[in-house]
């Protein structure tokens, strides 16, 4: 059973960062792919992005160059660092992990994080 903790999240003004931190416990962290979701209000879960247990990133090509994901397997924990971010980045931020190659579905994942929110004022 792995477990996941997702920090960083923050209230935060237009055109300002946040990194999130997700740190995972119980399986072995390098061979999971690892994901990142976002849920606004009333809206379905969308990929945000994700860094496989291969070493390769992949991202939301509407989030691409402003969002950056990366891992450090020695600390079992992966990051999201967000930048210039917008109003409609507000969301609860999740991550997750499977046994997968790379998926953009979050069906495609095992195990959840409780989410952190993340809130961009203008």
């Known amino acids: 059973q792995v477990q996941l903790v997702e920090s960083g999240g923050g209230l935060v003004q237009a055109g300002g960062s946040l990194r999130l931190s997700c740190v995972a416990s119980?399986?072995?962290?390098?061979?999971?792919?690892m994901g990142w979701f976002r849920q606004a209000p009333g809206q379905e879960r969308e990929f945000v992005a994700a860094?496989?247990?291969?070493?390769?990133?992949y991202y939301s090509d509407s989030l691409w160059g402003r969002f950056t994901t990366s891992r450090d397997n020695a600390k079992s924990t992966v990051y999201l660092q967000m930048n210039n971010l917008k109003p409609e980045d507000t969301a609860v931020y999740y991550c997750?992990?499977?046994?997968?190659?790379?998926?953009?579905?979050?069906?495609?994942?095992?195990?959840w994080g409780q989410g952190t929110q993340a809130t961009v004022s203008l």
């Open positions: 119980g399986g072995t962290f390098r061979r999971y792919t």
């Open positions: 997750a992990s499977g046994r997968i190659d790379y998926s953009r579905s979050h069906l495609g994942y095992e195990y």
């Open positions: 860094t496989s247990y291969a070493g390769g990133t």
